[in-house]
T-cell receptor, first 108, second 114 residues
Framework: AQRVTQPEKLLSVFKGAPVELKCNYS??????LFWYVQYSRQRLQLLLR??SRESIKGFTADLNKGETSFHLKKPFAQEEDSAMYYC??????????FGPGTRLSVLP | SAVISQKPSRDICQRGTSLTIQCQVD?????MFWYRQQPGQSLTLIAT?????????ESGFVIDKFPISRPNLTFSTLTVSNMSPEDSSIYLC???????????FGPGTRLTVL
């Protein structure tokens, strides 16, 4: 069965420090993976898609099929990065599975 | 990306009543999705709504409890029937992207059942 895990419910880092939000998945085929972010009192919005290999707001994520991971990284965290982050897996349009989410808190 | 709106944005309802949530998209889309986000939890897919056919429900969700309408390619409704406090959640609709298989979400409807 498809599953997405995010081991940390809460991650606190200081401003300027590197941050890594972990995501692991279980899926038998070739997955499509995404990171979504929800800032306080805002709607859930797409941050990154693995297929486009982009960097958004300084965040990157690399799909590692060997480790079945899709960790989100940023070299220097900013206070405005504080939000809830969800890793998600799409089974080619059949359904979308979300991880439990990690709350990132960037301290001044 | 699509612009998605939902009504109502929030509501407080009595046990045993029903609430219908509307989702409007600014472009025609084939599939619309309904999710539930219970307090402190992640998103769980309730059903997929295709225009012109019955919605497809995920395990644990049934049509009698969550009837869905999809009258055209830009609109869908989700009804939460015979509500109980356990139905208190944020309900979100989403649509698929056209270029990649991502999803775009509406602002959500925050439902509190007393």
């Amino acid at each position: 069965a498809q599953r997405v895990t995010q081991p940390e419910k809460l991650l606190s880092v200081f401003k300027g420090a590197p941050v890594e939000l972990k995501c692991n998945y279980s899926y038998s085929g070739s997955p499509e993976l995404f990171w979504y972010v929800q800032y306080s009192r805002q709607r859930l919005q797409l941050l990154l898609r693995h297929i486009s290999r982009e960097s958004i707001k300084g965040f990157t994520a690399d799909l590692n099929k060997g480790e079945t991971s899709f960790h989100l990284k940023k070299p220097f965290a900013q206070e405005e990065d504080s939000a809830m982050y969800y890793c998600a897996l799409n089974n080619y349009g059949q359904n979308f599975v979300f991880g439990p989410g990690t709350r990132l808190s960037v301290l001044p | 990306s699509a612009v998605i709106s939902q009504k109502p944005s929030r509501d407080i309802c009595q046990r045993g009543t029903s609430l219908t949530i509307q989702c409007q998209v600014d472009s025609q889309v084939t599939m619309m999705f309904w999710y539930r986000q219970q307090p402190g939890q992640s998103l769980t897919l309730i059903a997929t709504a295709n225009q012109g056919s019955e919605a497809t429900y995920e395990s644990g969700f049934v049509i009698d409890k969550f009837p869905i309408s999809r009258p055209n390619l830009t609109f869908s409704t989700l009804t939460v029937s015979n509500m109980s406090p356990e139905d208190s959640s944020i309900y979100l609709c989403s649509v698929g992207g056209t270029l990649y298989n991502e999803q775009f979400f509406g602002p959500g409807t925050r439902l509190t059942v007393l």
